[in-house]
């Protein structure tokens, strides 16, 4: 199975920050990397897909890159509706296997 | 536009089986496949297995087989998840995910369903 290793668990941003989660697989995966968004209480919602591909209507600051096994998702300059869970996934192959997550938090 | 609409939430007994329903519309129905992952309070994603609504044929995750069935009715747009022998440990909110054809991420999800295990 893949591991995908997610950093940092969590992290204290004020609004308008530049924001940097990292995800790390266990093997290669290209470039089959997702990003989603978790509010509470609601279902995960798709940011980034194919390592860098802004999913329709995510707004632009959310930015993603890497290939093969590193990966980056970037927030340039949070907003308030941007304190969530952020989750990466590998869609390279079965299991498919998802980071431990990121909590943003407000400073 | 694209929907995935999930069943109400479940309390069950240990030892009991849930199944569970997703609903999709807005889409062809057998062109995509459906993903079920779940999410323990307080823990991260879980993914169980895909269906191809299609077809049928599915691919349940090894911790999950011998206890998970999912299933598929083209005539009423509706994927199934029954899981088995229900233990507190299965306690979590289940979501479905289509499948993307490109990158093959999850999009979108249905809205969860929460299946509460408890004597």
């Known amino acids: 199975d893949i591991q995908m290793t997610q950093s940092p668990s969590s992290l204290s941003a004020s609004v308008g920050d530049r924001v940097t989660i990292t995800c790390r697989a266990s093997?290669?995966?290209?470039?089959?990397l997702n990003w989603y968004q978790q509010k509470v209480g609601k279902a995960p919602k798709l940011l980034i897909y194919?390592?860098?591909n802004l999913q329709s209507g995510v707004p632009s600051r959310f930015s993603g890159g890497g290939s093969g096994t590193d990966f980056t998702l970037t927030i340039s300059g949070l907003q308030p509706e941007d304190f969530a869970t952020y989750h990466c996934?590998?869609?390279?192959?079965?299991?498919?296997?998802f980071g431990g997550g990121t909590r943003v938090e407000i400073k | 536009q694209v929907q995935l609409v999930q069943s109400g939430a479940e309390v069950k007994k240990p030892g009991a089986s849930v199944k569970v329903s997703c609903q999709a519309s807005?889409?062809?129905?057998?062109?995509?496949?459906m993903h079920w992952v779940r999410q323990a309070p307080g823990q991260g994603l879980e993914w169980m297995g895909w269906?191809?609504?299609?077809?049928?044929?599915?691919n349940i995750a090894q911790k999950f087989q011998g206890r998970v069935t999912m299933t598929s009715d083209t005539s009423s747009r509706t994927l199934y998840m029954e899981l088995n022998r229900l233990t507190s440990d299965d306690t979590a909110v289940y979501y479905c995910?289509?499948?993307?054809?490109?990158?093959?991420?999850?999009?979108?999800w249905g809205q969860g369903t929460l299946v509460y295990v408890s004597s």
């Open positions: 995910g289509r499948e993307e054809l490109v990158s093959r991420p999850f999009d979108p």
């Open positions: 807005g889409y062809t129905f057998t062109g995509y496949w």
């Open positions: 269906i191809n609504p299609k077809s049928g044929d599915t």
């Open positions: 093997q290669s995966i290209s470039t089959y």
């Open positions: 194919g390592a860098s």
């Open positions: 996934q590998q869609s390279y192959s079965t299991p498919i296997t």
